[in-house]
């Protein structure tokens, strides 16, 4: 009778439930937990065994626990009796599957006593008897490694566990084999870890997956694996691949076609595509297990010998599926070695296509050829229940070749979409982007941009008719931004947007070849570069472009409406210009139907910690459209600005300083002035000092030219445009051309002016105006190096002008405020009298008519103002005062008509 070679490997294995101890003496039979159908389950890298107690037996003259260890396929490797008493555990016999009809029997039995100390040794030996026949004999050593050790496994992390070290030389018949082995027992579980050493240089490891002893589980409960891999005709998949830094992106598709036959096995094939080309890889189940078989592409097929399992029916976490086998190939056969381990359990992947719970989570690693050629793979699948694989990640080795080379990750796979069993997840990626960017003359939209501490502005967009380009046809999207004008050059091609170039203040650049802003098909993850050399003003320079689609069903809430399904690009464009770079990123959400509904401009940001990064910075919106006969939103309201600045002969203006000066301006007869007709405001301060303003208006707005006085002519070639012929709030309008100091050019000059508001309310002395326009002005000029700033804010109400104005530059802090006005032969305000000051009804006396008049006025307050009760400040002697108004009536304004009274009727006087 002899024993195998696979006989003498289980037995090495099964010997390890021998037991361990601590320097202190320890009981050890709570590590020794016998109950009728208690189970442990062991794995390593190449095999899985469950070890069960299944019931009792009599052995001899005494009844033993049977513990029955099987494999993976439910196999019987080996049964073994065991008994316990005060002496300790005793392992009285075992049967083997090569001599069914045996039990062998150990005599005497192999006892782990009931308490033992760490670094304590047994000596071991017997007899092994059949039908109490000796037929071999056993002997060697049992150490106490330590009984105070912490195991980590799959099932938990077990503290205060005893640990063994046994080797045995056991005999049958002409058979030896010599077992050594190292066994870890945890209390009230058993067997957590068995580690076998075959030769002096290798071991293999069984760690405790799973175990349900006493009635008390550990270790996560094992999964039903037939719902996590569906093979189902129709089935289909969309997983988006990026490198593992996030960049680059290609579709994959896949779809699970009808069962074939593939060698001599009926599949299903899984058929993957990336554009045209197809991979398709063949996948059966059989006794519940997922097994992949082989490949076909281009043509050629590859198949495996024996197929690679995946998935078991039933799996662990921790447990690994081991397979070896040849792999054909039309170049030939090469040897292949798999190890799928699941580690992990119960996962959440947060994919595009949403969150799936309850996830497996496979390393499959494998080998093809041998050493120094081999070839390394290793992948980390995610598989959802009912789903299939929502996540994949793809590995490199660093070096080929080498052994211990350190995995990286290479390629991520995420799942976009999928239809498995007549479910949908997520949303379809694909989108068809024709209706995208509309391109039809006469389509216009107007978007409000806005950015931190800045006034808002108009972004005005027309399509133009096409026109010829070097690179081809294109339509014209002619701009606004800022008042400034810029243009585009774009056009569909084949399927494609393409963005051909631009103009902007004059200059034209193209690129070549033309960008591609958008395929076909737009998925979210795409990325789209082109790189050329854009041709212009500066000459041929280097580009690059990169076009990201972020999302393709995002939706925008804007004052327009709400926008649906839009497509949003990151557009990132760089160009080379010498030692300079000109790097921009833009975001632009497209609408179907519609077009650009915001625009998202990025600027560099610096900060300690993280250096430079992008951040927005101005966020434009849809206000309004008309595309294609169709309106979006209501367009903002826009007035005729005309009445705002009335320009006539004789019109008259008087107005208080900040320092409580009286500014009067009057307007004269229109006169020619550098080929324009200009209408002179004649403008008077105190001192006396006067100059005279040049203003125009026609069907370009109300522009200013220049003036003439203080000692010199200064003129501006074009007149700078306070506002245009139609304002809406937040309007800019740009000038810019010579300044002329007596004919003679003195510079530049450059005038940025934007409505503040279109509805505004002015109280001013002259009275209280509504539905005022606010116009802020800035501006420079003068030689370059030396360039001189102005800023004012102008209020104008309709049908009279300029009612308020504040100068914040070159001389900040002065206000002028409408005391009285004269438009058109209607007064505005009360018009200040000729006469002698305290004479309030203008008869040519200061009488008790005018006392109680004053007393009326600054009784009254602000409602009755009257400028001639505005007696102070003033300068001069009673009686002869000169006020100079300051916009109220107070007691200093009462004080002074009491002095011109004292000082007129000492004498009997009334001043007549």
Not at 65 to 77: L, M, R
Not at 344 to 361: H, I, K, N, R
Not at 445 to 463: F, G, N
Request: include cysteine.
């Amino acid at each position: 009778m002899g024993l195998t070679r696979r006989w003498r490997c289980l037995f090495s294995l099964i010997i390890t439930w021998l037991s361990a101890t601590a320097l202190a003496q320890v009981n050890t039979m709570p590590y020794f937990p016998f109950h009728l159908q208690d189970q442990r389950v062991l794995g390593g890298d190449k095999s899985l065994g469950f070890d069960t107690i299944v019931g009792q037996q009599v052995i001899g003259l005494q009844t033993a626990w049977k513990q029955v260890a099987t494999d993976e396929d439910g196999k019987v490797v080996l049964t073994q009796y065991w008994t316990q008493s005060d002496q300790g555990s005793r392992w009285v016999a075992f049967e083997v599957p090569e001599q069914p009809r045996y039990t062998l029997v150990l005599q005497p039995a192999i006892v782990v006593p009931a308490t033992v100390t760490t670094g304590q040794r047994i000596p071991l030996s017997g007899q092994i008897l059949v039908s109490g026949i000796p037929v071999g004999a056993y002997s060697g050593t049992l150490r106490i490694i330590t009984t105070n050790v912490a195991v980590d496994t799959p099932a938990g992390t077990f503290t205060g566990c005893l640990e063994l070290d046994y080797d045995v030389t056991a005999s049958v018949g002409s058979s030896k084999m010599q077992v050594h082995a190292c066994q870890t027992q945890a209390r009230n579980v058993g067997t957590v870890r068995a580690v076998h050493y075959p030769d002096e240089s290798t071991s293999q490891q069984l760690l405790l997956l799973h175990a349900s002893v006493g009635g008390v589980t550990w270790g996560h409960v094992p999964v039903d694996t037939g719902s996590y891999f569906p093979l189902r005709t129709g089935d289909r998949w969309i997983l988006r691949e990026t490198t593992a830094g996030g960049e680059g992106s290609e579709l994959l598709q896949v779809e699970t076609l009808s069962p074939t036959a593939f060698h001599g096995t009926t599949c299903y094939p899984l058929r993957s595509t990336y554009d045209a080309e197809a991979t398709t890889r063949y996948w059966y189940r059989s006794e519940g297990n997922l097994l992949h078989t082989g490949t076909a592409k281009n043509g050629d097929e590859t198949y495996l010998q024996p197929a690679l399992v995946l998935l078991r029916a039933k799996v662990y976490l921790g447990q690994v599926m081991y397979t070896t086998g040849t792999l054909q190939t039309p170049g030939g056969t090469k040897p292949f070695e798999f190890y799928v381990r699941v580690t992990q359990m119960d996962m959440v992947a947060e994919v595009p296509a949403g969150a799936f719970g309850s996830c497996l989570v496979l390393d499959i690693q494998g080998t093809f050829g041998e050493m120094p050629n081999q070839e390394r793979t290793r992948t980390e699948m995610w598989l959802a229940p009912g789903v299939g694989i929502v996540k994949e990640v793809i590995y490199e080795v660093q070096a080929a070749g080498v052994a211990s080379a350190q995995w990286q990750p290479n390629w991520i796979r995420e799942m976009l979409w999928g239809q498995v069993g007549g479910r949908e997840h997520g949303r379809y990626p694909t989108v068809n982007t024709a209706s995208y960017f509309p391109l039809r003359a006469g389509d216009r939209w107007t978007l409000l941009s806005k950015e931190a501490d800045k006034k808002p502005r108009w972004r005005d967009i027309e399509t133009c008719a096409p026109v010829a380009t070097p690179e081809g046809q294109a339509f014209i999207l002619e701009e606004l931004r800022g008042g400034k004008a810029f243009a585009g050059y774009w056009a569909w091609a084949s399927g494609k947007l393409r963005y051909n170039g631009k103009e902007e203040g004059g200059d034209q650049a193209f690129f070549d070849p033309p960008v591609t802003v958008l395929e076909e098909t737009a998925y979210a993850g795409q990325t789209l570069r082109t790189q050329g050399q854009r041709r212009g003003p500066q000459g041929a320079l280097p580009y690059e472009m990169t076009i990201h689609v972020v999302e393709t069903h995002a939706e925008a809430e804007t004052p327009a409406g709400s926008f649906p399904d839009c497509l949003v690009l990151q557009i990132h464009s760089l160009v080379e210009s010498g030692r300079e770079a000109n790097e921009s990123l833009t975001e632009l959400w497209l609408a179907p139907s519609v077009g650009v509904v915001r625009m998202v401009e990025y600027q560099r940001t610096t900060t300690a910690a993280i250096g430079q990064e992008w951040a927005p910075g101005t966020t434009s919106d849809l206000v309004w459209a008309s595309v294609g006969g169709k309106t979006y939103g209501q367009p903002p309201v826009t007035l005729n600005t005309a009445s705002y600045f009335p320009l006539g002969e004789g019109n008259a203006y008087l107005y208080r300083n900040t320092d409580g000066s009286v500014r009067e301006v009057t307007v004269g007869a229109q006169q020619m002035l550098d080929g324009c007709t200009v209408w002179p405001f004649v403008v008077t301060d105190p001192g006396p000092e006067t100059w005279t303003e040049n203003w125009l208006g026609d069907d370009e707005g109300i522009k200013w030219s220049g003036l003439d006085g203080r000692g010199q002519q200064l003129l501006l070639q074009p007149p700078a445009v306070l506002v245009g012929p139609a304002a809406r709030q937040w309007d800019l309008f740009h000038s810019s051309g010579e300044w002329l100091v007596n004919g003679v050019a003195a510079g530049t000059y450059e005038v940025e002016a934007q409505v503040l508001d279109t509805d505004a309310t002015a109280d001013v002395p002259a009275r209280t105006f509504e539905h005022c326009l606010v116009v802020q002005v800035r501006g420079t000029y003068g030689p370059p190096g030396s360039k001189q700033s102005i800023e004012s804010a102008y209020t104008l109400a309709p049908g009279v002008g300029v009612v308020r104005q504040t100068i914040t530059a070159p001389t900040p802090g002065r206000t002028l405020v409408l005391l009285y006005a004269q438009v058109e032969s209607v007064d505005y305000g009360v018009r200040p009298r000729p006469g002698r000051p305290g004479d309030l009804d203008g008869d040519g006396y200061v009488t008790a008519a005018d006392a109680r008049a004053m007393l009326e006025c600054y009784l009254a307050g602000p409602s009755s103002y009257r400028v001639e009760a505005d007696l102070a400040p003033h300068t001069c002697a009673y009686p002869n005062i000169t006020p100079v108004p300051d916009g109220k009536v107070n007691d200093q304004d009462l004080k002074a008509f009491i002095g011109i009274w004292r000082a007129l009727h000492s004498g009997g006087d009334s001043g007549g």
